[in-house]
């Protein structure tokens, strides 16, 4: 038994130039994982020397009450070969060698890194946030970026006060707990301060309205921003044209003209802006709608899902068929069987990603603002539902760093949550909208849609297996805490600065709130790079891969094993080995390795380790309390039919969902998101986007002929029948 703890007060000063308490368990760790890479078991003698340790770094560094990294790496070894542990000093030379080449690779990248991001993070974050100079050169540390988006941020508020918050704002980024999406990150505090993540844009049924809104949005892909539409009050194709008593041609050629659009800008050399387009279950071209993209190469710059009712879904269960209604007259044109409109949609999406679908009158059920208009539509990622001319700006909160030992640190949490809300509120007033109608009708509404990240990574921490009963009731109770404290401090800033403009006639004015300062709170977002940049699992999605190869700006293969499986491995008495992890690299998942224990396998599953009924579960679980939307793919294996994918509608929209994708493992060719396989043979892997935007990046390769990059505006090059980006490491072959 452990009979002694030494005890000291002293401080290690990190690389970073943080401070943090000079812990024993944390130099026990680092003793006794390389004890284990050489057969080493007894994790009690690694103890006894860590504390060892301490006694003589506190006898040493004492007066100075503060000890360097380095300083005790020295110590270790020190003591490891003054006891003759030569094996274990040995690995423990090598693991700090091995660090000390990770942060070498890292400063060759030319950016400081004050906070501590991974390679793979920096890469990322230089290529698509940092400062350049009039000749491309970065021109800010990852320090000073969050310090340039805090104080941008916080000049929105009163001059006394602005100091204050700038300081807390900078906290919760610098100690990741809290990241804004990737617009304000990129402009706040530039020239382009245009910080909203999605708009969506009406799409009238007249020639004018139709240009006019593609003229607006295309303005709105300027500054960085995706838009939606929903194409419901188009016309149908062949329907008649006043004056000139011509035919209609319909929703899905007016599409093109929006992927045209966007394939012009960014062949010129622009950020790609994504599109997403909606059309309701009723109107008369769903059936071409659906189809649109079976192809797989056309529209390569549009998301599109189906808007469907409760109502649908039910007269699909009972196979009846359903009325489809011209949007110009109000008159019924014809009737489909509602399973067969519902079965090809599925159909699609099984073979190809696509079509997603929205239950958009769920969706206006939670419509804060039924008095300033109707929700017909979302965003590109389906997780924001807007209005017309309304835009909304994201962050999220990273979960994994609100764990205290085995339980959640609830306190922690809502200490994040209520400056989250105050900053993204902040983002609202700071950000320049580049066309008048936007700005008013956002400062309308003030919504602001705060979620999370990181919730596979919590799940782990606390020994919770993702899709499992518990994990569920964890989920609704981890989204309601944040729903909740974010409704609170919603209140209390609409006391301190007024309610948002359009409360009177809300449904918090119905409620009974006296003062609310945004319209909408929260929103699971899929995180995409923000994550990435925390090194946390993205939105509320299972882990992808336990251990794979990522390529890394088209430079790199970095082999990533999950560091808690790592972690729950090694501490494992004569389990940990090199062939073992080369195994599970090779896998991806541990399911089928009984030689890790039960216990181990049941926490660390993967997105395709987990059901899709357990994945709709899970979105209807965050949906219960979420404001807005989840984005959420129902990840499904390849042996998946039709059916299931039928089942999966069904079950989505009876837990009240209010959209989903699903994407079903190999429907694509060429798939960029793989697992398993050798260095030179794994494709890159970004554990942290969405499937749906994975396959879609597919997509703009088919038709790409300019030799640029429509994913980072990278060079592309033929090699061996494939072309692949030496900007960001996409490829497609054949």
Known sequence: MITFMPKTSMQVLKRSEKTEKLLVEKITDSIFLAAQDVGGTDKELAHKLAEEVVVKLD???GRIKQVSSAEIGNMVEKMLLSLGHYKTAKAYIINREKKRQAEATKRSLGVMDEVGLSYNALVVVKEKYLKRDADGETIESIGEMMKRVAKKVASAELTKNRKKWRSEFVRVMQEKLFLPGGRTLANAGTKNNQLANCFVMPMPDDIEGIFESLKESSILKKYGGGVGFSFGHIRPKGDTVSPTSGAAAGPVALMSLINDASEIYMQAGKRRGGNMVTLPVSHPDILEFV????????????????????KFMLTARKNRDWKLVNPRTGKVVNTINAQTLLETAARLAWKTGDPGIIFVDRINQDNPTPHVGVLETVNLCGEQPLLSYEACNLG????????DGSEVDWKKLAGTVKTAVRFLDDVVSVCEYPLTEVAKTVRGNRKIGLGVMGW????VKLGVSYGSKKSIKMAEEVMKFVTTTGHKESEKLGKEKGSFPNYKGS???KKGYKHFRNATVTTIAPTGTISMMLSASGGIEPLFALAYYRKSMGEYNLLEVNPELT??????????????MDRIARSGSIQGIEEIPAKIREVFVTSMDITPEQHVRMLAAFQKYTDNAVSKTINMPSSSTVEDVLSVYQLASDLKCKGLTVYRDGSRDGQVLTVGGSVDSVNAVDSVDSVKTRTRKLENWKTEKQGICPNCDGKLAIEEGCKKCYGCGYSVCG
């Open 59 to 61: 006898k040493q560094y």
């Open 291 to 310: 189809h649109c993209k079976e192809g797989g190469a056309n529209l390569a710059q549009i998301n599109y899902s189906i808007s469907v009712t409760r």
């Open 396 to 403: 999220s909160v990273n979960l994994a760093e609100h764990v």
């Open 456 to 459: 596979a990574d919590m799940l």
């Open 507 to 509: 449904s918090w004015e």
């Open 567 to 580: 972690r729950a491995i090694k501490h494992v008495n004569g389990l940990y080995s090199t062939e073992l």
